[in-house]
């Protein structure tokens, strides 16, 4: 229930960052070409989502990937490797110009033999893979191919392990980075049926249902071609509500989107843009596209024929714009920051919504005497859908200051916020406020009452909040707990003359009273005093999912009591904007780029030494720096989360 709750009131969640795993499988086939000759293809099977690297990268760019062919007497080989065509883009994390393979490349390398006894060919792959947020470190796998006359196709579990077996390697093992990226979509892709749904149920789409049903079925020479001519139009629809999203995916780029997540800018201008949208539900004013683009759609629309039913749909997207504008543009501010195909799955589930029922009313036109009919009530969609926006809004505006560290919009200003809009949504339900497009009141209907009082428990739990409650529903949406004028809630003192904690020099107190460094070198430093192991926690100040975890994953008993006794914590921030003395200021050898910023130089720390860039991104290691086991990304399974660092210290005992 949890869940479905906050998809309805906020039409948005983040979502889960990446894992570590192997996308990339290599297929080696070998064909003779001639008695001496063959053709050796090494096909590189990625994973939906990541990307390899050309043979040939700049300086200062990814590892390359680099073939390297047993070069014993007997075997010569002919030119160098072919790589296909790939795609060429601008890199936002190696800010360069580089080449990639997506989905499936085929590299080609052509040998001869000298010596006609030889059999076997050995080679290895070194390569690097990268998805829109991390890149996993360099990794080499060695193979053995038969060179026989008949055809042999070679797969990975023929690898040869360092002593010279072979090891089996399953090709069913389920790759869990492809299954979760596959349940973001999903989410995007419900959440935005829902919104699509919600601006069904406005003024300006609900009511041409009927009228447009109407329509199909009248003019249409028999009930199958009107059925035909509605699905047409509701596929229309589709059609361009996907192409708004393939633009906004073009423009910005999908491997860009996500960098804008944590972006000053990016925040400050869409707080802006849904101020802008929620006044206009709330009546403040209208969001209208020039009169002549309708007037110039809609007289294209009477041509008939599939031309006319495609411009019958682009006249309802323009002419519902008021309404449908603002979630439209909501939604893609949410799916944007989210990176990759987001946008264009998030129309479609829009779209979806908006699109089928014209199919099913026309299907069945007398389902058309069950809808109810249009007034007031409507607009009171509308309504409601101002106020969330509005509550909306204030996560941007709380992104912008934690990543500034203004401290102006901390927790409990955050909270109240949220319970003043919140609060007069509940008033406005419960008809107590009363707004410029609203009609008249009579009584209050028992969906209004429910949806009020529903509105006033989500008040009423907000309230505690004040008072240090950690309000779980919504973790990742207000500032963390750390981030409030009296960390442990308006009137309590604890933590400041009666704490007993001892503090270290050069750290803090962070979430749940852990003693947290927030240099890595002073961290280091205290960690071998101590004889302790160390947990890195590469972070950001306006990372959703590394809120989630400290306020639902960190406070469990078991693992709290290790973070606080077995582990020393260094949480890096990658997206704070202080500068760096100018002394300590550099060029990074890793991507080229100027480091001035504190966030900048930990964000390249983790790049070069962990080849990752996504947040929240966790590394145990002793206190000479040497990995402990392999790191893990946002991981809500408690127990999960438990193993892996119970995995961790004991091989730091060990």
């Not at 989905?103 to 080679?123: H, M, P, Y």
């Not at 009452?449 to 739990?461: C, D, E, K, Q, T």
């Amino acid at each position: 229930m949890k869940k479905y709750f906050i998809a309805v009131f906020f039409l948005t969640v983040s979502l889960v960052n990446a894992q570590i795993f192997d996308p990339v499988n290599f297929v080696n086939e070998v064909h003779p070409i001639g008695e001496d000759s063959y053709e050796i293809l090494i096909t590189a099977n990625i994973e939906n989502g990541w990307h390899l690297y050309s043979q040939n990268v700049e300086e200062g760019g990814p590892i390359p990937t680099t073939f390297s062919f047993d070069s014993a007497a007997g075997i010569a080989l002919i030119g160098d490797v072919e790589e296909p065509k790939g795609q060429v883009v601008d890199d936002p994390v190696f800010e360069m110009r580089i080449k990639f393979f997506e989905g499936r490349a085929v590299f080609k390398q052509r040998i001869k033999l000298t010596d006609l006894s030889i059999q076997t060919l050995n080679f290895s792959v070194e390569y690097m893979v990268c998805n829109d947020t991390q890149c996993l470190p360099p990794e080499t796998k060695n193979y053995t191919v038969s060179l026989t006359e008949k055809p042999e196709l070679v797969r990975e579990e023929t690898k040869l392990a360092a002593e010279g077996d072979f090891i089996e390697i399953s090709d069913s093992e389920e790759n869990t980075e492809a299954l979760k990226n596959n349940q973001d979509l999903w989410t995007i892709f419900i959440l935005s049926f829902l919104g699509g749904f919600a601006a069904l149920l406005t003024p300006c789409v609900f009511p041409m249902i009927p009228m447009t049903v109407s329509f199909f079925t009248k003019q249409s020479k028999n009930r199958a071609s009107g059925i035909k001519n509605a699905l047409l139009y509701g596929i229309f629809i589709i059609v361009i509500y996907v192409v708004l999203g393939s633009v906004v995916t073009a423009v910005f780029g999908a491997d860009a989107l996500n960098a804008l997540s944590t972006n000053v800018v990016f925040n400050l201008v869409f707080f802006g843009l849904l101020v802008f949208f929620a006044f206009s539900f709330l009546g403040a004013f209208e969001i209208m596209l020039p009169n002549s683009w309708a007037n110039k759609i809609d007289s294209q629309a009477d041509r008939g024929g599939l031309l006319g039913i495609f411009f019958m749909a682009l006249a309802l997207a323009i002419v519902s714009f008021s309404c449908t504008g603002p979630i439209v543009g909501t939604l893609l501010v949410e799916a944007a920051s989210k990176g990759g195909i987001a946008p264009i799955v998030g129309m479609l589930g829009f779209s979806s919504a908006i699109a089928l029922p014209f199919a099913l009313f026309a299907a069945f036109p007398g389902w058309l005497n069950s809808l109810p009919k249009s007034g007031g009530w409507l607009n009171t969609v509308k309504v409601v859908l101002g106020f969330l926006e509005l509550a909306l809004a204030f996560k941007f505006l709380s992104n912008a200051d934690l990543v500034l560290q203004l401290h102006l919009l901390e927790r409990e200003t955050f909270l109240a916020i949220w319970i003043a809009v919140f609060g007069g949504l509940a008033l406005y339900l419960f008809g107590k406020i009363t707004l410029p497009h609203d009609s008249p009141l009579p009584h209050i209907s028992v969906g209004r009452l429910s949806l009020g009082l529903l509105i006033l428990a989500f008040v009423v739990y907000l309230i505690p909040g004040l008072w240090g409650a950690p309000l779980q529903w919504i973790s990742g949406f207000p500032p963390p707990m750390q981030y409030s004028e009296s960390p442990y809630g308006v009137g309590n003192t604890k933590g400041s003359s009666g704490s007993s904690i001892e503090i270290p020099t050069n750290a803090e107190l962070g979430p749940l009273d852990l003693i947290t460094f927030k240099d890595y070198s002073a961290g280091m430093a205290y960690a071998k005093k101590q004889h302790k192991p160390v947990i890195l926690d590469f972070t950001g100040y306006a990372c959703v999912n590394c809120r989630k975890m400290e306020e639902r994953v960190w406070p469990d008993p078991k693992i709290v009591q290790i973070l606080k006794n077995d582990l020393v914590l260094i949480s890096l921030y990658v997206d704070d904007k202080k500068d760096l003395p100018e002394r300590e200021q550099y060029v990074s050898e890793t991507t080229g780029k100027k480091i001035k910023t504190i966030g900048n130089k930990w964000s390249d720390f983790q790049i070069k030494h962990y080849k990752a860039n996504a947040q929240p991104y966790y590394v145990l290691i002793d206190n000479n720096g040497e990995k402990l086991n392999a790191p893990t990304a946002y991981d809500p399974d408690i127990d999960s989360y438990l193993s892996w660092l119970k995995e961790g210290i004991k091989n730091y005992k060990n």
